[in-house]
């Protein structure tokens, strides 16, 4: 290209610089490719909102309207649940690496409490920070298919600096009380109650996280668990509108409301598992409810122990409150006992007795 030169003979940079640029975006900005371009966007958002549709829709129906009254049971079980919750929490408080002699209390508090039940319990054992920390479960071998198993778990460390009330003595007491319920019941297939350690950081994803290590050593020796239900900080609702949000795009997609319970799973083989699971709890229990089937890379999916079980290839879900997407004591020390709703607590609780038990008893293999 020839230069451009003035009256005086100099080169005009600047009018050649905006004379090229005028070029370059009339050829680029044009009538066309902005039809394209919206026409692509059009495309995305269809695509976008389909595959959340697809992730979000769940067989059954949400119960909705007013909760009934507490059975006598019930009224039984939320007594149970708040004894054991104020045990952990309140008697014993802060429990991790750190507050070592109380993380080994909460243990202690559990084993017994498993012992007192009926069962003969298993502490697995292993080192680190140069220290022992132990993972407990309880076993009932099922009747028919002993080599099936259904574990239902939960963690019982607390991150530093809490009493975790909510995160995660909830899902400890709700799996002791599983554990009481089931003790004098036939079952089928064969029942785990596991209560791991070491869930928070700074264990959380690491080769010494108790689940970790538990859902490895089961691998290892070819168990065959068929489905992991993990209960994850599930003592927490409210009715307030706006008291609930959710990872970009979900809340487009999901109640503004906590009042529900949630069932999780990634979008792979665990799907199956969650179809049965949310079908039972909404054909037995008239509590809201809410699933989601979603990628792994979306904040706060793989948040728990059933992540564990996912990396050994296990089918494995997480029944929530959804924790940070609702409760705004979150890994807070404000995390007490006086925080958690235990009717709803209760309600919740009995509709995952009906999960178990349609899950042992199905015919189909999951």
């Known amino acids: 290209m020839k230069k451009q030169v003035n009256k005086n003979?100099?080169?005009?940079?600047?009018?050649?610089?905006?004379?090229?640029?005028?070029?370059?975006h009339m050829k680029i900005i044009t009538r066309n490719a902005v039809i394209r371009l919206v026409g692509l966007t059009v495309v995305l958002t269809v695509l976008c909102t389909l595959?959340?549709?697809n992730m979000t829709k769940m067989p059954e129906k949400s119960y909705m309207g007013q909760l009934p009254e507490l059975t006598d049971?019930?009224?039984?079980?939320?007594?149970?649940?708040?004894r054991d919750v104020k045990k952990l929490a309140d008697e014993?408080?802060?429990?991790n690496?750190?507050?070592?002699?109380?993380?080994?209390?909460?243990?202690?508090?559990?084993?017994?409490?498993?012992?007192h039940?009926?069962?003969?319990?298993?502490?697995?054992?292993?080192?680190?920070?140069?220290?022992?920390?132990?993972?407990?479960?309880?076993?009932k071998t099922g009747a028919k298919y002993p080599e099936q198993i259904i574990v239902v778990g939960a963690h019982y460390d607390s991150v530093y600096g809490t009493a975790g009330a909510n995160d995660n003595a909830s899902g400890v007491a709700a799996t002791l009380a599983l554990a009481r319920y089931f003790a004098d019941k036939e079952n089928l297939r064969t029942l785990r109650f596991v209560f791991f350690v070491n869930e928070e950081p700074p264990f959380y994803h690491t080769d010494q996280m108790g689940s970790v290590i538990y859902a490895k050593s089961c691998r290892a020796n070819n168990d065959n668990i068929i489905a992991m239900l993990c209960l994850e900080t599930i003592g927490y609702y409210s009715d307030e509108p706006n008291s609930q949000r959710y990872p970009f795009p979900f809340s487009f997609f999901y109640p503004s409301t906590g009042n529900f319970v949630g069932f999780l799973s990634n979008y792979g083989s665990s799907?199956?598992?969650?179809?049965?699971?949310?079908?039972s709890f909404r054909k037995n229990c008239r509590?809201?409810?809410?699933?989601?089937?979603?990628?792994?890379?979306?904040?706060?999916?793989?948040?728990?122990?059933?992540?564990s079980f996912w990396q050994q290839g296990y089918h494995a879900i997480m029944i929530t409150d959804t924790a940070p997407f609702r409760y705004p004591y979150y890994h807070h020390p404000e995390d007490t006992f006086d925080k958690i709703d235990y009717d709803r607590m209760a309600r919740v609780v009995t509709g995952l007795r009906y999960v178990i038990i349609d899950l042992d008893r199905s015919q189909i293999k999951i």
């Open 51 to 53: 595959g959340c549709c």
């Open 117 to 139: 039940a009926g069962y003969k319990t298993r502490r697995q054992e292993y080192e680190a920070k140069d220290q022992t920390f132990y993972n407990i479960e309880a076993e």
């Open 92 to 95: 014993i408080g802060e429990r």
């Open 271 to 279: 799907r199956e598992l969650l179809y049965a699971a949310i079908t």
């Open 73 to 82: 049971a019930q009224i039984f079980l939320k007594h149970g649940l708040a």
């Open 97 to 115: 690496f750190i507050n070592y002699k109380k993380l080994d209390l909460a243990g202690n508090f559990i084993e017994t409490s498993l012992i």
């Open 287 to 307: 509590f809201p409810s809410e699933g989601g089937a979603i990628p792994g890379i979306i904040t706060g999916i793989n948040w728990s122990d059933h992540w």
């Open 9 to 24: 003979g100099v080169q005009d940079s600047r009018n050649l610089k905006s004379a090229y640029t005028s070029k370059f």
